[in-house]
Every structure is written in C-alpha cells, then in structure tokens.
C-alpha cells in the first residue's frame, strides 16, 4: 500500500439509543432486534409480539437503567466511543498516517450510512472498518458487515476497504487485557471471565463464539499464570426462552459462595466499551446478586475503553492492515 494515501478509519460497535426516553429505546431495540442477525425468527410470527408486548414492557424497564447512568455526552458508549475517536486520530497522527476516523453503529446514531459517506465525501482513497468486537460472532461482527455493505451499496464511488474480522488472541490485545487485570486483581481473588450470550442454536448452526471467548480466555490465563482453580468462564446477557451459551453468569455468581467462593473480580473482555451490559447488569446488579448468596467482595474490572493501551493495540492492527508487511 502507498504510505500517503488517505485512509478512512471507521471504529464501528453494536449501537445505543439516542436518548434515555422510552420511546427512543424503543426504536433503537426495532432496529436491534427485527435484524435477522440477531433474532432469526420468521418476521410474521415475531415483529406482532415484539410491537405489542416485548418492546413496550422492555423499553419502560430498560429507560430506568438507561437514565441511571447517563452522561452529559450521552450514553457511556457514545461517549466513551467519542474519547476513542479522538484518541486514535491522534495516535495516527503521531505516525504521520493521513487518515480519518469516524465512529458508526450497527444500530443507531452514529449510523455506518454517515460514516461511509463522511468519508467519501473528504476523498478517502480507502477504506478500513475495525469492529470493536474482538470475538467474531455472526451477531455482532456478522451484523455489522451487512450495515457496512449496505451503505456501500448506496456509493457509486465505493472505494477498496478492508475489514477487521477479529483479534481475539491478537498479542496486543491480550497484553492490554492482562495488564488492566494485573493492575487490579488481588491474591484471594477468584478471576471470571463473563462474554455476552449467543443463543446455543446459533453455535449449532455454525457460530464459531465460544470458540473465540476461550482462545481469548486462555491466552489471558496463561499470560497472568492462573491455576485452573483461580478462573472461571461464563456467559452474560441472555434474552427469550430458549438455550444460550451456558454457564450462565448470573447463575454462577448465585452460587459462587456455595463453591467456595467469596472474593471475585468480574471482567468483560469481548466489551471494548463500557455500556449498560457492563455498568448496569455486571457492576450492580450481578454484584448484589453475588453478595446476597453469600460473597464477600466484588469488583468489576472496566473495559479497556479509551486506555492508551487500548488505542495503542487499535492503532498497531490498524498499521498492520495500512503495511502490510509491517511486522509488530
């Protein structure tokens, strides 16, 4: 690749509502889950009941959450995103790369449409999506390539692009990861590694996830040097009736003092960006939930979010795409 072409950056997520309102989050959960990515049930069974009852009950729940922990900059994730964006335009800049990043959202504002068009209209020469996704899963990394070829195909002048499709045992990654962990953990600890749930049918059918989350897991064990009684796996945020990827978290942490266990500490390593999966559900809710059955001490480990470390591995993946025959 010629080392002056101008390079559009886009740090893509899942996405998060516009405001802390019902009706907003309403209309971000449509988007989220009418996306067949995500719920691949037969749309004239599922659309009826999601407007009539999931949507209506779920928004007015979630609006609460939302609002608890809402910033001036907007959601935690648009804000943190924003820190990110900034970070790394100046890491790029530092590098002497011409480029320019954008932020965009599966779902939601800032939406990939805006992002691709933000670049072609500043005369990017190409193209390098990086989804902050460092397990792939057909409902995330999956989801959004389909929100990224659908706004190129509203380009005539589509650019060549390049595509992240994952860094889940990336050296970097892993370093930063283990080095946030070192800087927290103490001794006693009992160290849970929670990933967000995929429905077990999508795993059947041939998403590779867990695959990823215990690559990922491992590397990370094997780099703090835990004994195999120090860790543990676990998955988050289910949702519906049917099999998710088990063990799930909340019921793990329900009877962790049962097993023995009673000082954990909580990290997130498929989150890049903290958001209310990770503030509301893993930081307080599951908290309370370990420490009524019978805990003692809980923490929860940020992610990596707009760490130096963090931007400094986004920047090294995105030199390596830029040279490619740049060895890091």
Not at 296 to 310: M, T
Request: glycine share 4%; charged share 20%; aromatic share 10%.
């Amino acid at each position: 690749m010629i080392a002056n072409q101008k390079i559009g950056i886009i740090l893509a997520n899942l996405g998060t509502p516009d405001a802390p309102t019902s009706s907003a989050i309403s209309r971000y959960l449509w988007k989220f889950l009418t996306d067949p990515r995500v719920v691949d049930l037969s749309p004239y069974k599922w659309y009826p009941l999601l407007k009539a009852v999931i949507l209506p009950l779920r928004s007015k729940r979630i609006a609460k959450n939302y609002q608890a922990i809402w910033t001036e900059q907007g959601s935690p994730l648009l804000a943190i995103s924003r820190q990110q964006k900034d970070a790394l335009q100046a890491y790029l800049n530092k590098q002497n790369i011409d480029a320019q990043v954008e932020i965009a959202m599966t779902y939601g504002n800032p939406s990939m449409q805006s992002a691709v068009k933000n670049l072609l209209k500043n005369k990017v020469e190409r193209i390098i999506v990086l989804p902050l996704y460092p397990q792939y899963s057909s409902t995330t990394t999956g989801a959004l390539f389909d929100a990224f070829a659908h706004a190129l195909k509203e380009e005539r002048g589509m650019v060549p692009f390049d595509f992240i499709h994952s860094y889940h045992v990336d050296e970097n990654y892993i370093n930063a990861l283990a080095n946030s962990i070192k800087a927290r953990l103490k001794p006693d600890e009992f160290l849970l590694f929670s990933y967000h749930g995929i429905p077990l049918r999508y795993e059947n059918m041939g998403d590779y996830y867990r695959e990823h989350c215990k690559q990922t897991t491992l590397a990370i064990v094997d780099k703090l040097g835990l004994t195999e009684n120090q860790w543990g796996i676990t998955f988050q945020s289910r949702f519906g009736r049917e099999e998710w990827l088990q063990p799930y978290t909340d019921k793990f942490l329900q009877n962790a003092a049962s097993q023995g266990i009673h000082k954990i500490a909580v990290i997130c390593p498929g989150f890049s960006v903290d958001c209310l999966e990770t503030i509301e559900e893993i930081d307080e809710e599951n908290r309370e939930n370990f420490l009524t059955n019978g805990g003692q001490f809980y923490q929860y480990i940020p992610a990596l979010n707009a760490e130096p470390q963090h931007i400094e591995m986004m920047g090294k993946l995105l030199l390596a795409k830029i040279f490619p025959s740049l060895k890091e």
